[in-house]
Structure formats: structure tokens, C-alpha cells
């Protein structure tokens, strides 16, 4: 059972006497700069019609900055070239970017992929995936404006593949304490037809259904080893988010992760272990007689067939049936209720399952046809071996199918008995435990996230009341019980990003002396909080004359582009906006 926390403000970072912004007319400073090459957006195909593609598509920012070093900032173009931008050069007439790295193509077509995506784990080190199948592990030495060093790929993975479309959400490099090796953490992130998601427990448990939710959120916790100078891999988790995550980040170092997602939601696979409950060994060891059967089977000179009992409604989605060569699985719903070695070898590719008003029948097909199978589970004493179906059938009220019926129906639930499914949570997930740890409600909506300080997890900032709070996941060296902190606050931010229908992207600089939203097309709107001290702008209160500098004030732009706005990027002094053939520098603040 996860821990219940409070997301708790901080009081000192709260203005209870905030009156708003004033407008002001003040021009600001844009450059524009034409790219090296184009950007490329990629948009979903006609198969990609969930709103978790629309969302993972439409909201990716091309823009990526670096939380080792604020003098430069990244894109990746159309021909998936790696470019890096020193942004001090953007107030002069010669930009400089520069190509650090390009990215293999091994495919032609990119359709149904991802737009590419980069992610820095340490301070000369990155992964990078162009949005198929492959995750490449990048050393990219110091970077800095005057480093000239091009970028080396060390290691490229197919593991989290199959050629399915991901995005790396975040990552993060760590060193043992002796120095002696190095685990590199990714998230991945997919949206995967339930059909086609591997698990080890069945999906139904998270209610999923093919009707309802054929697609579902996939995050993949990937890690790597660096030991001798050589990258492998070491492990994989996937967790199944069916309603949607808003947020992942690995928290340091490298052992739970931080998700904002509405329930349910949890662990379907991991590389190291089973985490569907295991047959129980009294279950398994107990003697013939005392046995009740589980499941009946029957043999012919060909094949084998096996018959088990569930409840008449169950679905496809409630079981997990793995059939290999010399093994049968059957997991229904998050219990295992087949596990073992098969008494000879089977013809996996001819051999097949069915499932039909709660009876799964298999149909194995012997590799050895002279063989007569004795038993079909190796010290499995649960079944019981039959001359046909119509015997088989005498057997089904002994059989220990699992499929209880519920105590209630869904019929007698009533209104006020439903759970509400769009109530999002902070979620702390334990990678050595595979459980989560920690839980807040969320009282108010995600509004963005935003990049800390190095070696951090991203922080989020949330509506409270009319303002966006900044909160920070703390890592898990604290000796103190894990929570969010609150850093920072971004004074009715909550309340003007709600009135910004065409708003694309929220960002907001590391010192947060501003907020900017940006629309699809051509406005931006930068709300500079009371403490920013930005441009010689000096206000006067009229009824006294006085003169006011710090004040909070709102200014609007309009960029001149007809292009969709694909990043965005706030430093401490500039506001940075990509389009498909332009990157926009608007001096916000002077150094």
C-alpha cells in the first residue's frame, strides 16, 4: 500500500496580495535566423488515432536544452542531423550551428515513427533514438560553445524495439560508489495496441479492453552497464499506464522513478523476474489424491490437447499465455496458474490456443510423434489425463479454473459507487521492489515541466488556486521520507494558461523571472513576475508619481512566421522559438 504525502506549499513563496499584470508595450529584441535545415514534425498515420498519439506527437518540443550547460541548446533536422546552438551567438548576424552528430538511418520510411528525441544523462554523455526502434548511447564530450568535439555513438540497442516508435521521456547516468562501473536509466516512452504489448500479467487488471482502450501508454525503464570500457545491457521494466502519463522522470540515483498518471497503472514486465504471483509449491507438491484438478489433457499420435476452466466472461485481455518449445505459461490476470516444463518437446509454430465462454483449449503439436506423454507438466500433479473432450467435461466442477465469480454485479452498483477516472496522482515507483511507494492527489492541473539542476529529476509545476507552483522531486540520497518540494512560484499562471486556448508550449527560465506561452501559431505571451529586474522598463503610479521598477508585467508578440511552432526554450535571458526553417532569439532579460 502506497504512503499518502501532501504536496504542501510553501508560504513564504506565495503572494496573497498580487494584483496582476500590467501590459506593457515595451518592444523586445528578436532575431531571426534561418536553420542549417529543416526540421522535420512528424505527425501520426491513419493507424495512430488515439489521443495518447495525437498528444505524444503533437506536443513534442524540438527545442532541447542542456542542464550542464546553459550556453547552448539542441534540434534535430529533417535528415536527423544533431545540430547545437550557442546561444550567445544569436544576437549577431552569424549564428553559429553546428552539426555534432548524425544519426544512422537504417530505414528509408519513417512512417507511424516518433519525431527523433535526445536526452542528456550526464554531462558528456547522451542517448538518443530517432524515433523507431534503436536507442543510441552517444558520448559527446564537454559541452560547451568552443568545444568542437563531434559526437561518437558507443552503443546502439534494439532491446526496448521489435521496430515499435518510442520517445525517451528522460535519463540518467550513475557511478558506483567505487567508480568501477557506470548504469545508465532510460525512459522510453510508447503507445501500444494492447495486442501487441508483451506482459506477464494480463492487461485486464488495469481494465483494459480492446473496445474501450485499444491503445495504451507503455513506459520503459531500460538500463545499461558500462564496466571495461564496454556498454550492455542489464535490464527492463514496463509499466502499463492505460489512462495516460503526463509526467516520468528516474529519480537519483537510479532506483525509483517519479510518474504523474491518473489510476490504474503499474508494473507488466520485468526482465529479471516474473512479477505474476508464482504457483504456490503446496499447490504443485501435494500428493495426487489430495489434489483437485486444475486442468484435464488428452493425447493422439499428433498432438496434445489441454483444457482449463475460467469464469464464462472472461476475455482474452484476462489471460497471459506463453507456449514455447519445451514450455507452457498460462497467467490469468496477475496469478500463475500454469508454469512448468513440458514432459517432450512441441512444434511451437503449429501449435495453437482458443478461448471460448470461459474454456482455453490448447492444441500442442508434438515434435516426436512416436513419444507417449505420461504427464504434461513435470511435477505438476494438478492434472488429470483423459480419453477425450466429453470426459474432459466430466472434470470441469473439480477444475481450480480461478474465475471466481464476484461477489457483487456491476448491475447494482450505484452512481455514487463509481471511481472517478480523471484524478491524477504523483506516484514514487521502487525499481528494487516493484511497488509504488508514495502517493499525492493532485489538486490542481500539470501545467508544464521544466529542466533542474543537474544530476535532478525535472520539476512540474501545478495550478494552486490561480498560480502555477513549481515542485521539485526530491532524489532518494535524503535520509527524510520522499516528497516534492516547492522551489518556486509563478503568480496566476494557473489561471492565464486556462484562457489560452491555442497554447502550445509553457517554459519558463531556471531563475523563473518569467513565464512564456507560446501559441501554435505566431503569439507569444511573457509574463515577467515581480522580481524579474529585466530591461530598464520603469513604471509609474499616477495618483503619486512615484516610480515603480519591480513590478509584474505582461507583453505580447507576434512572431513573424506562418509556420507552426515546434519548440520552445526559456534560458535566463533569452526565449527561444523553433520553427520548421527558423529558430526566433527574443532578448528577454539583460545578462
Not at 514514487?428 to 535532478?456: M, V
Request: charged share 20%.
Amino acid at each position: 500500500m502506497e504512503q499518502l504525502f501532501e504536496l504542501r506549499p510553501r508560504k513564504d513563496l506565495l503572494d496573497p496580495t498580487f494584483e496582476g499584470y500590467k501590459l506593457s508595450l515595451d518592444s523586445l529584441p528578436v532575431y531571426k535566423h534561418e536553420v542549417p535545415v529543416a526540421v522535420e514534425h512528424l505527425k501520426p498515420n491513419e493507424e495512430q488515432f488515439s489521443f495518447q498519439h495525437v498528444k505524444t506527437f503533437g506536443l513534442h518540443n524540438h527545442l532541447i536544452d542542456d542542464p550542464w550547460s546553459d550556453e547552448v541548446a539542441f534540434f534535430i533536422s529533417k535528415d536527423l542531423q544533431i545540430f547545437k546552438i550557442n546561444l550567445h551567438s544569436l544576437v549577431s548576424q552569424s549564428p553559429e550551428f553546428k552539426s555534432v552528430w548524425q544519426l544512422p538511418r537504417h530505414l528509408e520510411s519513417r512512417d507511424g515513427w516518433f519525431n527523433a528525441s535526445l536526452s542528456f544523462a550526464g554531462p558528456e554523455l547522451a542517448v538518443v533514438t530517432d524515433g523507431g526502434g534503436v536507442l543510441h548511447i552517444v558520448d559527446t564530450g564537454v559541452r560547451t560553445p568552443a568545444n568542437s568535439h563531434l559526437w561518437q555513438a558507443k552503443f546502439s540497442s534494439e532491446d526496448l524495439g521489435n521496430s515499435e516508435p518510442f520517445k525517451i521521456t528522460h535519463s540518467m547516468l550513475n557511478t558506483t560508489e567505487s567508480n568501477q562501473s557506470e548504469t545508465l536509466s532510460v525512459l522510453a516512452l510508447k503507445v501500444e495496441s494492447i495486442d501487441k504489448v508483451e506482459s506477464q500479467i494480463a492487461l485486464s487488471v488495469f481494465g483494459c479492453s480492446e473496445k474501450e482502450t485499444p491503445f495504451i501508454n507503455c513506459l520503459e525503464w531500460v538500463q545499461y552497464e558500462h564496466v571495461d570500457g564496454h556498454w550492455s545491457f542489464k535490464q527492463l521494466k514496463r509499466l502499463a499506464i492505460p489512462h495516460g502519463l503526463d509526467y516520468a522522470s528516474i529519480l537519483s540515483p537510479g532506483k525509483a522513478l517519479c510518474l504523474i498518471a491518473r489510476e490504474p497503472l503499474g508494473i507488466i514486465f520485468d526482465s529479471k523476474k516474473n512479477v505474476a504471483a508464482p504457483l504456490e509449491n503446496n499447490e504443485r507438491m501435494q500428493d495426487e489424491t489430495e489434489t483437485k484438478v486444475a486442468y484435464t489433457w488428452t493425447e493422439s499420435p499428433e498432438e496434445v490437447t489441454v483444457w482449463m476452466t475460467f469464469d464464462k466472461q472472461t476475455s482474452k485481455h484476462d489471460l497471459v499465455v506463453k507456449i514455447e518449445s519445451q514450455t507452457l505459461k498460462v497467467v490469468y490476470k496477475q496469478q500463475t496458474y500454469l508454469d512448468g516444463e513440458l514432459a517432450h518437446p512441441i512444434s511451437v509454430g503449429s501449435s495453437t490456443w482458443t478461448l471460448l465462454d470461459g474454456k482455453l483449449e490448447f492444441i500442442l503439436s508434438k515434435v516426436d510423434k512416436s513419444l507417449s506423454w505420461n504427464h504434461l507438466i513435470q511435477s505438476d500433479l494438478r492434472g488429470r489425463k483423459v480419453l477425450d473432450a466429453e470426459t474432459a467435461a466430466d472434470y470441469e466442477s473439480q477444475a481450480e479454473g480461478g474465475g471466481r465469480p464476484p461477489v457483487f454485479s456491476s448491475e447494482q452498483l450505484e452512481e455514487c459507487d463509481d471511481m472517478p477516472m480523471d484524478e491524477s496522482c504523483v506516484f514514487r515507483f521502487d525499481g528494487e521492489t516493484n511497488k509504488f511507494t508514495h502517493k499525492a492527489i493532485l489538486s490542481g492541473q500539470l501545467l508544464f515541466f521544466t529542466q533542474s539542476a543537474p544530476g535532478l529529476a525535472p520539476a512540474f509545476c501545478l495550478r494552486h488556486d490561480v498560480d502555477g507552483l513549481i515542485w521539485q522531486p526530491m532524489g532518494d540520497e535524503l535520509e527524510q521520507s520522499w516528497g516534492c518540494l516547492h522551489t518556486a512560484a509563478l503568480q496566476a499562471l494557473g489561471y492565464i494558461q486556462a484562457s489560452k486556448e491555442q497554447r502550445k508550449f509553457t517554459v519558463a527560465p531556471p531563475n523563473m523571472t518569467y513565464a512564456a506561452l507560446c501559441d501554435a501559431f505566431s503569439h507569444v505571451y511573457i509574463y515577467r513576475q515581480s522580481n524579474c529586474t529585466s530591461t530598464g522598463v520603469e513604471m509609474v503610479h499616477r495618483p503619486t508619481g512615484r516610480r515603480v521598477g519591480n513590478i509584474a508585467r505582461q507583453q505580447v508578440l507576434n512572431i513573424d512566421s506562418s509556420e507552426e511552432c515546434l519548440g520552445a526554450l526559456a534560458t535566463n535571458s533569452f526565449l527561444l522559438l523553433l520553427t520548421s526553417s527558423s529558430l526566433f532569439s527574443i532578448r528577454v532579460n539583460s545578462d
